[in-house]
């Protein structure tokens, strides 16, 4: 090749490399002219960005919500929106860009890693701000002041229970949850903050005293039970009416900036579907236990428990992600009514089966009918939840009373089973009359085991006089109705006039009516008859219990024995010559008709009954609304 074409070559190359280097200047400026001002401003908020965000790395211990860090806040969750918009704008093909793919994708790059940064700062604030106010945060938890007491958590300043501490954390954690939310970073939000509140709400209830430790509940024995029942029965409504619907409250407000409701929906199921749930399965657990009349009202409390909170249960927990907690309250609340109703059952067929066969002394008021009574006036305190498990069992009288109730007098009897229904407001009132009605049936056949007719009817006079003044004094007496008390007090004082006819006309038949002609020899003779017949009448005690039925039948017998008594001692004081025949005073026989009634020689005295309140063991205790009546 000639020297000047190799020269030209080089020569050619040398300009041509030239030109390109000249050409680059002009190329960059045209570049830099072409980008969009969206490219611009997309590119600033990526630089700014990083430079709050590397302010705030996982290596800085305090929080961004301190007082120190809190002007910070702002910017930093203003750049986390940014970068994601900046991501968003850099993906987006036909966003107005004038720049290369490849530098997009590294802007998309750039600000995916710096919103991962941020979110991971963001992340540990959610905790923080959890961890320092979770004792505080929900505004409807009647142990906050509690925890407010004891809390030693440092990083609590000056929050008030009800001040601007509480109001401000709220609208932290609302902020955080929004910015997380909207980056797409809901998942991660959500993990915290279902887990730092559930903890806090198991806390609660175990601080409220119900931990049920051991599973099969129904195995234990009923003194094992019961503590945890009364725990329950505390912790229920408070968890129920102020800590569950504060939580509800409080996801409401953190989640208000959420695009959708789902998320508040989910986080509250998370956090307390599972305790909802495990407390409304106790008292399912409690009904599988053995059954025993005694426990009936623990039942009932439970029942009025669950059942009174049911709007609650129903309202907080109405979506479809808690539906598992509605179903297990319902399976409780029918549990139980199956056990309430078959313990009833129990305990009528419990007093038909009573074997006792030891008369009460002196006629006095026999412990079945304490119990029997104790018992149902207890039952009268749930009038609202029986009435509620029997609502779709309506009362029907099993079998008839023996007819032998009704032969002690044609002029008052018991309620017959036909009767029962119009006597009573409802099926609770004639269940209540039914059970009265087996007691009194039982009562009769006890009546039998006394050998004198006079003390079978003066036991019968008491025990059902015990029962009237028990219906009248306690709700009872609405349940049954005035005609229902009216029919059995005449009852009970056909009864005591039985007793008084049986027990002292003979006594008063030995009281001669003419006295004018009587010689002292037939004097002497009707004077020893009657004293025979007054230690014979006033050999025993006549218990009768109730104090203004006593009094009466005090003074009625006194008053049939000791007026003709006195007019017969002043004829043959006047008659007979020796006084040693004269044994006895009206004054002496007042006194022995005292003793008889009042066991003691005064008229003053009062005679309290015997009979303790107690049968077959106990009677009905342990209900938390009412307390042992045994008289």
């Known amino acids: 090749m000639p020297r000047k074409g190799m020269r030209g070559f080089f020569s050619s190359s040398g300009h041509s490399e030239q030109r390109q280097r000249d050409r680059r200047p002009a190329e960059r400026s045209v570049s830099l002219s072409r980008r969009t001002f969206s490219d611009t401003m997309m590119e600033d908020n990526i630089a700014s960005a990083e430079q709050i965000i590397g302010r705030w790395g996982l290596d800085v211990a305090g929080s961004l919500f301190s007082a120190a860090g809190r002007p910070d806040s702002v910017h930093l969750l203003r750049a986390a929106a940014e970068l994601h918009r900046s991501m968003v704008f850099f993906s987006d093909p036909s966003a107005e860009s ?155 407000q953190v989640f208000k900036g959420s695009d959708t409701i789902l998320c508040r929906e989910s986080c509250f199921a998370d956090i307390t579907g599972d305790v909802a749930a495990r407390m409304l399965a106790f008292p399912e657990s409690v009904a599988r236990s053995k059954r025993s009349p005694e426990k009936i009202f623990r039942l009932l409390d439970i029942y009025d428990a669950v059942s009174e909170h049911w709007p609650d249960i129903e309202t907080l927990f109405a979506f479809e992600s808690t539906a598992a907690v509605r179903s297990q309250a319902v399976a409780s609340l029918l549990r139980l009514a199956e056990v309430a109703r078959a313990t009833l059952a129990d305990f009528e067929a419990a007093i038909q089966r009573d074997a006792s066969r030891s008369a009460v002394p002196g006629g006095d008021v026999h412990p079945l009918t304490r119990y029997v009574m104790n018992y149902v006036l207890f039952l009268s305190d749930y009038k609202t939840a029986l009435a509620d498990i029997f609502a779709d069992f309506p009362f029907q009288a099993p079998y008839p009373p023996p007819e032998s109730l009704f032969d002690v007098t044609a002029a008052a009897t018991p309620s017959s089973p036909s009767s029962l229904t119009a006597a009573a407001a409802g099926s609770i009132s004639a269940r209540i009359a039914w059970l009265i009605l087996v007691l009194l049936c039982k009562l009769n056949g006890r009546a039998e085991l006394y050998r004198e007719a006079a003390i079978s009817y003066l036991f019968l006079a008491n025990n059902l006089q015990y029962i009237v003044r028990k219906v009248k004094e306690s709700y009872l007496g609405v349940l049954l109705g005035d005609e229902w008390a009216v029919r059995h007090a005449e009852n009970a004082r056909h009864y005591l006039r039985s007793y008084k006819r049986l027990a002292w006309e003979k006594l008063a038949d030995e009281i001669p009516m003419e006295t004018a002609d009587m010689t002292a020899e037939e004097a002497e003779r009707r004077m020893r008859r009657f004293d025979d017949a007054l230690e014979a009448a006033c050999k025993g005690r006549a218990v009768v219990s109730d104090a203004d039925m006593r009094e009466q039948v005090r003074e009625s017998v006194e008053n049939m024995i000791v007026p003709q008594y006195r007019v017969f001692h002043e004829r043959c004081k006047a008659a007979v010559a020796s006084a040693a025949a004269l044994r006895f005073s009206p004054e002496d026989v007042r006194n022995k008709i005292d003793v008889v009634f009042t066991g003691s020689n005064g008229r003053t005295s009062s005679h309290g009954s015997s009979a303790s309140g107690s049968y077959s063991g106990s009677t009905a205790t342990g209900s938390s609304r009412t307390t042992h009546r045994s008289e």
């Open 98 to 252: 004038s720049t290369s793919p490849e530098e997009r994708s590294a802007a998309v790059l750039r600000a995916h890693e710096l919103l991962a940064a941020a979110m991971r700062r963001l992340e540990r604030e959610m905790h923080l701000l959890l961890s320092a106010h979770h004792s505080i945060l929900n505004p409807r938890d009647s142990l906050r002041l509690q925890y407010a007491s004891s809390s030693d958590v440092s990083d609590v300043e000056d929050a008030e229970v009800d001040g601007s501490g509480v109001g401000e954390a709220m609208q932290d954690l609302r902020a955080v949850a929004k910015t997380m939310i909207s980056a797409g970073y809901g998942k991660e939000c959500v993990r915290i903050y279902t887990t730092m509140r559930k903890s806090f709400v198991e806390e609660s209830i175990y601080r409220l005293g119900f931990h049920r430790k051991k599973a099969h509940v129904h195995k234990l024995n009923w003194a094992a039970i019961e503590p945890t029942i009364q725990s329950w029965l505390a912790a229920f409504p408070v968890a129920f009416r102020t800590l569950f619907s504060g939580e509800r409250f409080l996801c409401d």
